[in-house]
Each structure stands twice: as C-alpha cells, then as structure tokens.
C-alpha cells in the first residue's frame, strides 16, 4: 500500500518548502521584535553562546562549570520571558510554527516515527489530481463520479429476465452490481479479483469504475485509468517512437510523459474503459491481450469497461483473450435504458425556471 515514487517525491519537496517557509516566517518575527527591543536580541545571542559551551563542559565531564551556566541560562530565560509577557507575546513566541507540530513539517510523527497524517493527507490528494488530471476524467462530472452520487432510480423494476427460477428486474440486477462494487472498493487489495463491467453504453459502467477507482486511491493504492484508445495510442508511440501517430485529441491521453506500458503493467490497479471501441488492428489486440495477460501472470487486479458482448469481444481480439476474461475475470452485468438519455428526457419535462 504505497503511493508511486514519483508522488512521494512531489510530497517531500512540498513538506521541505512549507517547512521553509514557516522557519523564515519564524526569523522575520523575530528580526522584527529584536528591532524593537535590543536586549531580547542579546538576551537571544549569549542563549547560543551558553549552549555552546554547555555542550564544550559536558564533554570534559566539568559537573561544576555546567551546573553555573545552567543557572545563568535559566536566569537569560526569565528575563527573555518577562520581555515577552511585556510586549504581551506569547512565552513560545521564538519557537517556529509549524503548519502540522506532529511531524514539524517533514512528513514523519516525531512520536511514533511514522509517516504522519498530514503527508498521508497530502498523498491522497496528490494522487486524486492525478488521477482526475486525463482526457477521460477532466470533466466537472466526472470529478463528481462517487458511490454516493450513484442512483438506482433509473433502472426498471419490471421483469427483465429469470436467473436460477428467479425473477429478476433492471433494478435487482444493478442493486447487486453496485454492492458488489463497493464491496470490492472497500475490501481491495492486491490479491483482489479481476473485474469485466459489461453491458450497453450509458448504463454507468464508467460511473462506478472511477468510483472504485477513487476508494481505491484513498486507501493508498496506485490506480492507473484509462481508455483503451488512449492506452493503444501510448503502446504504439511507444513502440514506434519515430512513427507519426494520429493524435486526436480524444485518442491521445493528455499525461502520456507520465504513463507507460510499465505503469501499465505495475500499478495496483489498473482500470480500461471503453474496450473494444480503440482502431482495431492485429497487432492492437496483441497490444491489449500481451498487457492483460502480463497482469494476470504478475498477480495484479485490473477492471476493464466495455460496451460490447462476450462474443463480439471474441471475434475482435480472438479465443485467447475471451480465454483469460472466463477464466481469471468475474463478469458484472449492467443493464437498462441509457441513464443519460433519461436525465436529457427529464430535464426537458421539468425545464429550469430562471
């Protein structure tokens, strides 16, 4: 449970300049008091001095040396402090503040000795803009894509279909496909199963894979998202540095200094959307089965969205790929009307009064 080296990187450098900063802000109050009052600036300076040689007569084991200037750095104290309650500043008015006390501003408790709160704080968030920060998730609702903004009200309660003698709607169908996503969200690990979100276009496959997605990255995973035509488009310039690619803006993914097949590979969990909706060549769909079958020898769990069936997939990227899908994927349905239509329907009955 560690977040990439790279975000652990941009963590520390923020930690060392907010400590900076609060350490200048520190010396400037101070610079700006001694001004004001001089003998707090030598009642300060002779302070450095007694430490000094304090330290000097430890050293030499000088009991009775260190026991005076002990007393005559409790006597500068005294002084320093009624200064301070003079100016009616507080007694720890030269001590620097710190933006988190737990760790002074570097990221470690100096009580446990562990990565502090603040930091675990700050790489959350650091890995959330990250994440949000691509082609696919820049829009103001896909920020919004959460467990909790995911509604159940717009799949039919009508029989839909009998599994088992059971008779079963849109809604029972996608009640348990959002339980079985949170659950799966909740209780990820490593070890955790391969997931297939399938169903028609619009039925909230994206919606709850970047929910998962987001938990997932709370909970200090690294998690990769991508659309496979983004991801196609990586592989190929990748392997073909020097070729001209088609970049449309759409298919290009805007961080792609950032992502690579590597991350592919290695990241905790890596999320595919829209598979089956990339420029289908041979040597895309070896792109596609090479990266996921490498996860699934490497032992890492990865979800893949996609619009089309079992057997369309099948006919797209071959037997072995449908292989891996049966064999190391658990298959989620998702069914009903196109959710987006609905709320365009919706919103054209109930238009918005100004």
């Not at 803006?249 to 805007?254: A, D, F, G, L, R």
């Given at each position: 449970m560690t977040y990439s080296l790279e975000i652990n990187k941009l963590i520390s450098q923020k930690l060392l300049l907010t400590r900076q900063k609060n350490e200048r802000l520190t010396e400037l109050k101070k610079e700006i008091f001694f001004k004001q009052n001089p003998r707090a600036k030598i009642i300060s300076q002779n302070l450095q001095k007694l430490l000094f040689k304090t330290a000097q007569n430890i050293l030499i084991n000088n009991k009775k040396e260190v026991e005076i200037l002990k007393q005559e750095h409790i006597?500068?104290?005294?002084?320093?402090?009624?200064?301070?309650?003079?100016?009616n500043l507080p007694t720890d008015f030269f001590n620097i503040k710190y933006s988190c006390e737990i760790c002074a501003d570097t990221g470690i408790s100096k009580t446990t000795g562990k990565i502090c709160l603040c930091a675990k704080k700050m790489q959350r968030e650091e890995a959330l803009k990250i994440f949000l920060n691509s082609s696919m998730l820049n829009s103001a609702s896909a920020k919004k894509n959460t467990f909790e903004e995911f509604s159940l009200c717009f799949y039919?309660?009508?029989?839909?279909?009998?599994i088992r003698n059971q008779e079963l709607t849109e809604f029972n169908i996608m009640k348990e496909t959002y339980n079985k996503?949170?659950?799966?969200?909740?209780?990820?690990?490593?070890h955790s199963e391969n997931l297939l979100l399938i169903g028609k276009t619009g039925l909230g496959k994206t919606h709850l894979s970047i929910s998962i997605a987001k938990a997932v990255i709370q909970r200090g995973y690294e998690v990769v998202y991508i659309s496979s035509p983004n991801m196609i488009s990586i592989l190929n310039q990748e392997e073909f540095p020097n070729k001209k690619i088609n970049k449309n803006?759409?298919?290009?993914?805007?961080n792609n200094n950032y992502f690579n097949q590597e991350k592919f590979i290695n990241c905790d969990l890596l999320v595919i959307d829209d598979l089956g909706t990339e420029f289908k060549t041979s040597f895309s769909a070896c792109l596609i089965y090479n990266l996921i079958n490498s996860r699934i020898l490497k032992g890492v769990p990865s979800i893949i969205n996609t619009n089309v069936s079992l057997k369309k997939i099948e006919e797209l990227y071959g037997d072995r790929l449908?292989?891996?899908?049966?064999?190391?994927?658990?298959?989620?349905?998702?069914?009903?009307?196109?959710?987006?239509?609905?709320?365009?329907?919706?919103?054209?009955?109930?238009?918005i009064v100004y």
């Open positions: 006597n500068l104290n005294k002084e320093l402090t009624e200064i301070l309650i003079k100016n039919s309660h009508t029989v839909t279909c009998m996503c949170v659950d799966y969200a909740k209780n990820f690990d490593l803006p759409e298919n290009v993914y805007k449908i292989s891996r899908f049966i064999g190391h994927y658990r298959k989620l349905n998702f069914v009903g009307s196109d959710i987006r239509q609905q709320k365009v329907k919706l919103n054209n009955n109930n238009p």
